[in-house]
């Protein structure tokens, strides 16, 4: 063929042929025009004489990630053959589904000339896995080998979706009215397929030709798009000549008007039997849209369509009325689709874990605190954090298979930063426990929403204050009570002095006037006094020694308030800062993250910080003080502390909770 003279490529069908023959019609300047090729890699930048009737996958693509999107799954399989063909389609669609926040979780990929055993090992590989939703990108398959194993793998149920590309479609077009039976091992698979308008070039020609396969019309449309140019060029008055050339190939006739006949070849538009046939700036057939099927009772019955601009609709394209700037998938509609297993509710797409595999659950098996959770000798899983995790599945609408694993020796607080690692590792599929929500932690793994309050706090050791007899002498010092008891007395003395000329209260016998005048300064403090004061003078020392009094009874009574409710800290810490500043040893509990904060965050030398694996070791520490041995102070998560504090006097917490966190279950499967 490239010996003689050859103006233009019709063909071929094969993307993974395509791509070779484009690189030989580069060099030979002869334009391919390709009716099935649908890889997207397949462009124009890298192979400039290749053209494309038919629509790209990448447009396909996305028309099957707005279907993903409109029914909410966030996480599928695609299976796919391992060509050109398969990969760069699956490529284009991973970015696509990434556009709408969801992602193909597993890849596989089946060899060319894949048989029944390759499929199987693909499905039996798949079925462990969290997503039920399956995109089969293949070349189409008259014997739906991949449908026959998935359903001797019980893999064609309710719990299953099944979405393909339209492979299915140019499969189903090739099948007889005595193969129609076959539909019956597709009953509720989804499909997407080429959507062409209906001209009136379609009524010349018999209806079974037009709708048996639409790339046998894209095939006529091309070889007209071809006829078209080949006219167009000669009637410019061109001459089809060539130019020998000698290459690895041997010698090779070059089109000396390659170029000219692409220009004229790419601004070709006419009406063909698919609809309008014209080139984007891809030299893509300017593409027009798809529907899909969904197979049911042994029918095909299209449940909508989709475009780039009308987004999924129950309305046939071509009565839509579309502003082409818009996008309008916000509008998205289907009809009714059957899934597999005869079930019209939108399935839930995916599992997290089955009886044949349950989940792993990674529980820390803690030494201390193990009210939380722990491992008893009897392998009895326990604690207040699996009493949560019990009734929370209680509100899932669905059976959730587990067990428990311990992750730890017991004989000392596991690491829980290694335990989320294990998570995100695949070791276990979710951790249960007292999980702190920390940021290097959620970079790596899901957490549920927190199901309890906590945060770092500060403990100290601290001296309670005993009431004792004479306690009420306390507030005030000797001497403050010296002075008052002399105010008492010079007060008493300056009234009388100022009243008993005067005032007859003030008047009699000495022994008289002396138990006057002392009841009548002492009495102040209690109730108003039986004698009045008469003298202007009086009254006003009386004024400024009621006011006296009520400062020096305010002062007492919240003195001896304190005295009585307050414990007394016999430690200068009063908070992170203060503590930090001191540089002296620092408790932490094993396996918390307050180490890697403190040591971190709060760059405190990793040498002050001391390991302690029980309250008993916390108690001891405090006592011993950091000068013995001991610490100064212990950073811990406050649960934690007020266990602690239930069980041990002496001991408090300072200042405020310096970070606000929350305990949750670790999961890397979340939807």
Same mark, same amino acid.
């Given at each position: ?513 002396? %138990?006057?005048? @002392? $009841? ?9 006094? &039986?004698?009045? =004061?008469? #003298?202007?003078? /009086? ?101 934690? %502390?007020?266990? @602690? $504090? ?9 200042? &405020?909770?310096? =970070?606000? #966190?929350?305990? /949750? ?7």
């Amino acid at each position: 063929m490239l010996e003689r003279d050859v103006v233009a490529i019709i063909g071929p069908q094969s993307s993974t042929v395509s791509h070779m023959i484009s690189q030989i019609a580069n060099g030979v300047q002869v334009p391919t025009i390709s009716y099935a090729a649908t890889d997207p890699t397949l462009s124009s930048l890298q192979f400039p004489y290749f053209f494309r009737i038919t629509q790209s996958d990448s447009y396909q693509m996305a028309a099957m990630a707005n279907l993903i999107d409109f029914y909410g799954w966030k996480e599928v399989i695609a299976i796919h053959t391992d060509d050109e063909y398969g990969r760069n389609g699956i490529f284009s669609l991973d970015d696509e589904v990434e556009k709408r926040m969801s992602k193909i979780s597993y890849k596989f990929a089946l060899p060319i000339n894949y048989n029944l055993d390759d499929i199987t090992n693909v499905l039996n590989g798949s079925i462990p896995l969290g997503p039920r939703v399956y995109i089969i990108h293949i070349n189409p398959d008259p014997a739906l080998k991949i449908f026959q194993v998935a359903n001797k793998l019980n893999m064609m149920t309710s719990d299953y979706v099944w979405l393909t590309t339209d492979w299915l479609c140019t499969t189903l077009s090739s099948l007889t009215p005595k193969d129609q039976s076959v539909l019956r091992i597709i009953e509720g698979v989804v499909g997407i397929c080429q959507h062409t308008a209906e001209t009136s070039l379609v009524k010349n020609f018999g209806s079974n030709f037009y709708r048996s396969n639409v790339y046998g019309s894209y095939a006529y449309d091309t070889v007209w798009a071809v006829a078209h140019t080949i006219d167009t060029f000669l009637n410019q008055e061109n001459n089809l000549t060539f130019t020998i050339a000698e290459s690895q190939f041997g010698k090779l006739k070059i089109f000396d008007g390659g170029k000219l006949f692409v220009k004229i070849l790419s601004e070709i538009n006419f009406k063909g039997l698919t609809g309008p046939i014209h080139f984007d700036g891809d030299r893509n057939l300017v593409p027009y849209g798809y529907k899909v099927i969904n197979i049911i009772k042994l029918a095909v019955n299209n449940v909508g369509y989709w475009s780039n601009h009308s987004g999924l609709s129950i309305k046939p394209l071509e009565s839509l009325k579309v502003d082409k700037t818009i996008s309008s998938v916000s509008n998205d509609k289907l009809g009714v689709i059957t899934w597999p297993g005869g079930k019209t509710d939108r399935p839930r797409g995916w599992v997290i874990g089955d009886t044949e595999r349950p989940l792993r659950i990674g529980i820390p098996k803690r030494a201390s605190f193990v009210k939380f959770v722990t491992e008893l000798s009897n392998h009895t899983i326990e604690g207040y954090c699996v009493d949560v995790f019990k009734e929370a599945l209680k509100l899932v609408p669905y059976e959730l298979p587990y067990r428990f694993v311990p992750f730890g020796d017991g004989l000392s607080n596991p690491s829980y930063d290694d335990l989320v690692k294990f998570v995100k590792d695949d070791v276990f599929d979710g951790a249960v426990g007292d999980i702190a929500i920390v940021t290097n932690r959620t970079r790596i793994v899901d957490y549920t929403q927190p199901y309890a309050t906590t945060g770092l706090v500060i403990v100290v050791p601290i001296n309670n204050s005993k009431a004792a007899t004479w306690v009420f002498l306390r507030p005030f010092t000797t001497e403050m009570w010296c002075v008052t008891a002399m105010a008492f007395v010079l007060i008493a003395i300056v009234i009388w002095l100022l009243e008993h000329r005067v005032n007859d209260d003030f008047r009699g016998p000495l022994k008289r006037q002396l %138990v006057t005048i @002392f $009841l009548f300064s002492f009495s102040t403090l209690f109730k108003k006094n &039986q004698e009045d =004061t008469v #003298s202007p003078l /009086g009254r006003m020392v009386m004024v400024v020694w009621l006011f006296l009094l009520m400062v020096i009874t305010s002062s007492y009574t919240a003195s001896l308030t304190s005295i009585l409710t307050v414990q007394q800290l016999s430690s200068p810490i009063t908070g992170i800062d203060s503590l930090v500043a001191t540089h002296l040893p620092i408790g932490y509990q094993v396996g918390s993250f307050a180490y890697t904060y403190l040591a971190e965050s709060l760059f405190v030398p990793r040498s002050s910080l001391i390991p302690l694996g029980s309250p008993d070791e916390y108690a001891r520490a405090l006592l011993l003080g950091p000068h013995n041995g001991g610490v100064a102070a212990i950073v811990d998560e406050l649960p934690y %502390v007020e266990l @602690f $504090l239930m069980d041990h006097d002496g001991f408090a917490i300072v200042g &405020q909770p310096f =970070t606000r #966190s929350g305990w /949750g279950f670790v999961s890397n499967l979340l939807p």
